[in-house]
């Protein structure tokens, strides 16, 4: 009998409607806790059926989404959707242009990866990994290219051949003696100084020729300038005569000071020397009285090159002899300083236009040299070129090259050399007057650069700015005569190397620098432009130097704390990035051993003539070609990054050693160790068989050529290889060396390959294999300089234990390092680089279980561990799902590591993608999954209305009343259990000021799904919603409505419910295991025309209502159950001792 | 970046007395960072080059005076650095302290009795910053060379540096050092990291 009305019916209502409450059994559960539910939402007050997954993206294909991520450049300017499939195809979405296109960016990434990434600097630095440990190489992506962040350096050092810069001298001039006037008011004076007409105001040392009639005074007479006086008689019994011996008197006098006309005394051209005597006189009307500026003017037959002010050179075979001697130049007049505006070339003929800074202009048939000119990736950079035509503000030289269009330049100057220089011989020979010479002798350089043992290096510049480390050094001797340094055979660097720097220590120095621009600076008031040590190319293998060691020591160093490209190692794959103090950083980077040379072949490639082909081909710099075994190697433009090195056997027959490769392993350039004792290797090779070779290995072994052995190797069957890379590890050095041998070499070659085989490597990694990885450190960048990671300075980590670091976060500009089960903060302190800064332990107990299992809040963060998932908000870490923990503890912590976490600010929903085996005790209807190894269920929390970190903290699903009694507040956490199979899960930005939850697909269909109210299926599949009541009547709120506490009986209910399809409703007697009764399926209307009325009749002490839908395009929103109890007619006791449904 | 007033304010308002507590040891920081030209969360920023050097070489001696009319701040150190050649490669650092000023004995022959010409550079560092840009007497490009007119006889010893530049004089120009800490001396490429 349904009887909801009368006095004995209890009407009983149900408005707060909270999340599930796993750990408590359901019969404890307080009103308003539900035992568990699936597939729902909550807002305060209703329950609902969760948004349906809609795929954003019409791709066709099998594969499962592992990463998608926001990647916004340019302030927002440009925003992309980045996403990885596990058939390793990176795509792209342009947001804001093409939304709702994926295009595919690379299609070579390690299958089955999954990534971590971060944007910074307009670029998106991604890690690769399987979760545990990084597989692919790390690489950055601008829009344009996928660069591998950080790269090896050159593999060798160019060659350095010095010169010194000569020509055959014109003629040498020396100005002709000037007579100094005779007149009443011309007066030669010695006092203190040149003031008052012919008269000074008190005894000195101070001589003033001081005229008054005019005066022509020798030519570039400037204080500090040298003169020569001669026919003066006694001045009061003192000699002003110089004397050419230097032994009565000085040979010459300098200048000290050069005057105008002195007001009122109309005194003009006046010129102060100091005397060796004090005097005090002046006296006028003198005759015969010379003076000579002892300054010569050089001009040679051809430019010097180099020879720039206050550089030497030193005359030989000149006459009068007296010339023969060094000097130093004090200005070069003809040569000139342009300014380079715009550059062309056609018909093999560079233009440039320019603009004279100094100097004369440029004449054809001049040698000229250009830096700093970006046009046709730097071809306009020329040294020595003869200018071939001029025009008003243009010149030409030849350059043999397809045409290249015009462009501006901002940064480029073009020198001329002159032909003509003034020097002054004295101080240097006496007497410094030696008269003029004609067309004999020659003139060479010396001294232009600091004179002394150098070292050099050369280093990449890739497209990214960074600078790779450098290659080893070459050491070579500067002398006197060398104006100039050429570096020859400068290595060429793969594709993203846009230019090469020389770096040059001073002379007998040891720290290196290299100049980025060309330098003008004022020399004795001329400018003078030094050229920059960076080669703007990647073509040209020439290039010359020259500089003053002043200018070098100022420029930039590359071995200091902060920027020591000598410490620099090429980043091994990792486990995720983040940014902190303008520094990227890395974690789970993979070790491997650093200095090798050129392990990835990037180093840049030389050319040998292989003896079995006669033909040139090439080979990895840093390698030697074995003499006996390294015939059928060639280097290639590999398919991953920069080059690959490749064995092919073209000979006819099975050769058992081929295209062997080999480079020291004993200690490097500087005696640093390489292989080290007592240390196991292991090998990562990173390889394919083009063709498929069927027989033979490929081999990477250490060998020593005087013993004849080999230590160890690690060898991989060809016939295992596919025409695709595949990343392969094995042991290598499985008995560790007492000593090293001092021969040892690590080699590289094909064994037994057949004819035709062939085997393409693009990188091999040896590394210790106890220590495979950095796992529990950071290795962070240095400060703007993303990809410059410091393998001394830049490795940090709290030493407390050996957790892994599964991540990391910064939160109020606080660093922290995320363990397994351990978490730590850290500060940059902005004066020393990482490995100095102080490390606090936040927890000893609570981490995270993966590199995606944490997220941000407002001013809060969450984090997924072992023992739950922890709430941060600086102090302790706070636990926030005890409710559900006996869900927690189901998850498959196999595989916790795939566990995602991602918050949602604006609905204020954390959704956490766990591996669970289904079904289970709270996931009854999942589809079946014993052993998940991905993410198949999301646990949905939300926690609307928690509106701090500490409510959502404090806020727990269940609350103690006043009285002691369980409540289940209202607002409070709410926790759901999706049926979602996701990998990955990211908020992303769709560049309308939004962001969606976007859900890599786990149904391998090639789609990513986002999650909308508006659709009512799971990409075409129903959705199966429902809530579960706690168990009513509860026996206090029973008592209140004069319901029975014994036995009742649940006559009828009202739903305050709306929505569409039909709507399920269950009862569950006693607990919700049991076999439901299934009642009527009212349909559900959008809108509420008044509450849908249910005929029940069941009886029992407790009932568990459940509602929902199952159906395509069915939904469902619940906010009030109304339940009529009355007593059990019949049995309100059963006098049984066990309960019986 | 934290709000530091922020937060303050939110602890002022939980409880007044720790936040006031907390806003004085900032204050205090603040003011004692002043003193000592220090930053507490990075360096100070290097004062202005010093306007002119000037000497005055005497047989055996020279004076060197610095003019700095910048606005000053308490601590700052001067320091000179001579060297005998115009590169200042192995600069020998002479400390004023919080001189402008100083005689400094030179020899001016070497051991063996060959003249010596010296080239001389300042700069002024505070505790917490770099050093300023050097001035050179007599200009970068074209430096004044000084030569004693005396019979002193000695060879320098090299250079040892200063501050926390590397111990072989390799890094003139250093003053009180431009890092925190100078690590060990090694080569320049490390030995393989190891993992922790």
């Keep these: ?1141 | 970046m934290i709000d530091r007033l922020g937060f303050l304010k939110e602890i002022l308002n939980r409880d007044p007395h720790l936040g006031k507590l907390l806003e004085n040891i900032l204050d205090s920081f603040d003011g004692l960072s002043n003193q000592l030209g220090v930053n507490p969360h990075g360096k100070v920023q290097p004062p202005d080059q010093l306007k002119a050097i000037n000497i005055a070489a005497g047989t055996d001696h020279i004076h060197v005076t610095l003019h700095d009319p910048s606005a000053g701040r308490k601590g700052v150190q001067y320091i000179v650095e001579w060297a005998n050649n115009p590169a200042f490669a192995g600069a020998h650092p002479e400390d004023l302290g919080s001189s402008r000023e100083r005689m400094l004995h030179l020899p001016a022959k070497d051991s063996n009795g060959n003249q010596l010409t010296y080239y001389v550079r300042a700069f002024h560092q505070l505790p917490g910053s770099d050093p300023s840009k050097p001035i050179v007497f007599g200009g970068k490009f074209a430096p004044t060379a000084v030569q004693l007119t005396g019979n002193s006889k000695l060879t320098p010893l090299a250079s040892q540096g200063s501050g926390t530049a590397p111990s072989d004089g390799s890094r003139p120009g250093y003053g009180l050092g431009k890092d925190i800490r100078r690590p060990l001396p090694g080569p320049k490429v490390p030995v393989p990291p190891r993992a922790v």
């Design chain 1, 1 to 1141: 009998m349904n009887n909801a009305f009368g006095e004995d019916v209890g009407k009983i209502p149900l408005t707060v409607f909270g999340g599930a409450v796993t750990e408590m059994a359901p019969s404890d559960l307080p009103e308003g806790a539900s035992p568990f539910n699936q597939d729902c939402d909550f807002l305060p007050g209703s329950v609902f059926t969760r948004g349906g997954r809609q795929s954003v993206y019409s791709l066709s294909g099998s594969q499962n989404f592992n990463y998608v991520k926001t990647f916004e450049e340019f302030a927002g300017l440009a925003l992309f959707t980045l996403a990885l499939d596990a058939g390793g195809t990176l795509w792209q979405e342009d947001v804001l242009n093409n939304p709702g296109v994926l295009s595919p960016i690379f299609t070579v990434i390690a299958p089955n990866t999954f990534a971590k990434s971060v944007t910074f600097s307009s670029r998106e630095f991604i890690a690769f990994t399987d979760l545990v440990q990084g597989t692919d190489m790390p690489r950055q992506w601008d829009g344009t290219n996928l660069d591998r962040i950080s790269q090896v350096g050159p593999g060798a050092a160019p060659g350095f051949a010095t010169s010194s810069s000569n020509s055959k001298v014109q003629s040498i001039v020396q100005q002709s003696p000037v007579l100094f006037p005779t007149g009443a008011h011309d007066f030669i004076s010695v006092g203190s100084g040149p003031v008052g007409l012919g008269t000074p105001f008190s005894p000195g040392n101070v001589c003033t020729l001081q005229p008054r009639t005019s005066f022509v005074r020798p030519a570039n007479i400037v204080p500090g300038s040298n003169i020569v006086i001669t026919g003066a008689p006694l001045l009061n019994g003192f000699n002003i005569n110089n004397d050419p011996t230097g032994l009565t008197n000085p040979a010459y006098w300098t200048v000290t000071s050069l005057g105008p006309v002195i007001p009122t005394n109309s005194t003009s051209n006046w010129i102060t020397f100091q005397v060796p005597f004090t005097a005090f006189f002046s006296l006028n009307n003198l005759s015969g009285i010379n003076v000579q500026c002892t300054q010569a003017t050089l001009t040679t037959q051809g430019q010097v090159p180099y020879l720039e002010v206050g550089n030497q050179f030193t005359l030989t075979g000149v006459t009068p002899a007296g010339w023969n001697n060094v000097f130093t130049v004090q200005t070069t007049p003809n040569a000139a300083v342009l300014q380079v505006t715009q550059t062309l070339l056609q018909n093999n003929v560079a233009q440039y236009t320019y603009v004279l800074q100094s100097g004369t202009q440029p004449t054809v048939g001049q040698s000229i040299n250009v830096n700093g000119t970006l046009n046709g990736n730097g071809i306009f950079n020329v040294r020595n070129a003869a200018i071939i035509s001029i025009s008003a503000n243009t010149f030409s030289v030849q350059i043999v090259s397809p045409n290249i269009g015009a462009a501006a330049e901002s940064n480029a100057t073009a020198s001329v050399y002159g032909t003509i220089f003034l020097f002054d011989p004295a101080g240097v020979v006496t007497p410094p007057i030696i008269g003029n010479a004609g067309a004999t002798g020659a003139i060479a350089t010396s001294g232009v650069m600091g004179v002394g043992t150098r070292q050099a290096v050369v280093i990449f510049k890739t497209r990214n700015g960074a600078l790779t480390p450098p290659s080893p050094f070459v050491q070579f001797n500067i002398t006197g005569a060398t104006s100039a340094i050429t570096a020859t055979n400068i290595p060429i660097g793969p594709a993203d190397v846009v230019a090469r720097i020389i770096a040059f220590t001073g002379a007998g120095g040891a720290n290196f620098f290299w100049i980025p621009t060309p330098q003008t600076v004022i020399s004795n008031g001329q400018n003078v432009t030094y050229s920059a040590t960076i080669i703007n190319d990647n073509i040209s293998t020439q290039a010359t130097f020259s500089f003053p060691d002043q200018l070098l020591l100022d420029a930039t160093a590359i071995d200091i704390q902060g920027n020591n490209l000598f410490a620099q190692l090429e980043l091994g794959s990792c486990r995720g990035f983040l940014t902190y103090a303008d520094r990227l950083i890395a974690w789970g980077v993979n070790n491997k051993i650093q200095n090798l040379l050129s392990l990835s072949f990037d180093g840049g490639a030389g050319t040998q003539v292989d003896l079995t082909t006669n033909t040139s081909r090439l080979f990895p710099l840093g390698w030697t070609i074995d003499p006996t075994n390294g015939a059928g190697s060639t280097m290639l433009t590999s398919a991953l990054f920069g080059q690959s090195f490749y064995i092919q056997n073209l000979s006819g027959v099975t050769q058992s050693l081929y295209g062997m490769i080999t480079q020291p392993a004993y200690v490097n350039q500087l005696g640093t160790p390489i292989v080290t004792a007592a240390t196991k290797y292991s090998c990562r090779v990173t390889l394919r068989s083009p063709t498929g070779a069927a027989t033979g290995n490929l081999v990477v072994d250490f060998f020593s050529p005087v013993l004849n052995q080999i230590f160890g190797s690690f060898s991989i069957p060809l016939s295992s290889l596919t025409t695709s890379f595949q990343i392969l590890s094995g042991t290598m050095l499985t008995v560790p060396f007492a000593t090293v041998p001092k021969d040892l070499v690590i080699r590289i070659y094909a064994q037994n390959i057949p004819n035709l085989g062939d085997v393409e490597i693009d990188r091999i990694e040896p590394f210790p294999t106890l220590q495979p990885s950095f796992s529990t450190q950071f290795f962070a960048s240095y400060a703007f300089n993303q990809e410059a990671f410091d393998g001394v300075t830049g490795l940090f980590g709290p030493a407390q234990n050996q957790q892994r670091a599964n991540g990391g976060m910064v939160l109020f500009d606080t660093l922290y390092m995320l363990k397994e089960s351990s978490w730590f903060s850290t500060t940059d302190n902005g004066v020393t680089e990482p490995n100095q800064w102080n490390w606090k332990t936040v927890s000893d107990t609570v981490g995270t279980i993966g590199i995606h299992s944490y997220d941000y809040g407002e001013a809060w963060a969450v984090s997924a561990c072992r023992a739950g998932l922890y709430l941060f908000e600086g102090g302790e870490p706070i636990k926030i799902s005890q409710e559900i923990q006996t869900v927690w503890d189901l998850i498959n912590w196999k595989v916790g590591h795939t566990i995602w976490v991602r918050n949602d600010s604006a609905t204020k929903t954390i959704k956490i993608g766990v591996p669970i085996p289904t079904p289970n005790k709270y996931m009854p209807e999942m589809p079946a999954n014993a052993n998940p190894t991905s993410p198949n269920v999301v646990l949905s929390m939300s926690y609307r209305e928690l509106n701090t970190g500490a409510m959502l903290a404090a806020t727990a699903p269940i609350r103690s009343s006043y009285s002691g009694r369980l409540l289940s507040p209202e607002p409070a956490r709410k926790w759901s259990f999706w049926n979602i199979a996701a990998p990955c899960g990211e908020n992303i930005d769709r560049g309308n000021n939004s962001k969606m939850l976007f859900l890599g697909s786990g149904y391998g269909n090639s789609k990513i799904f986002q999650l909308s109210m508006t659709q009512l299926s799971d990409d075409g599949s129903a959705i199966n919603s429902f809530y579960l009541t706690h168990g009513m009547p509860k026996p206090e709120i029973a008592a209140a409505h004069n319901v029975d506490v014994l036995r009742s009986q649940f006559d009828y209910m009202q739903l305050l419910v709306a929505g569409s399809g039909n709507l399920q409703v269950f009862v569950f007697p006693e607990d919700p295991q049991n076999i439901p009764y299934t009642l009527d399926s009212p349909p559900l209307s959008a809108i509420t025309q008044g509450d849908t009325e249910v005929t029940v009749n069941v009886k029992g002490q407790r009932h568990y209502i459940r509602v929902g839908t199952n159906a395509v395009g069915s939904t469902w929103s619940l906010s009030t159950i109304i339940a009529a109890f009355s007593e059990d007619p019949w049995a309100p006791v059963r006098g049984t001792a066990v309960g019986a449904v």
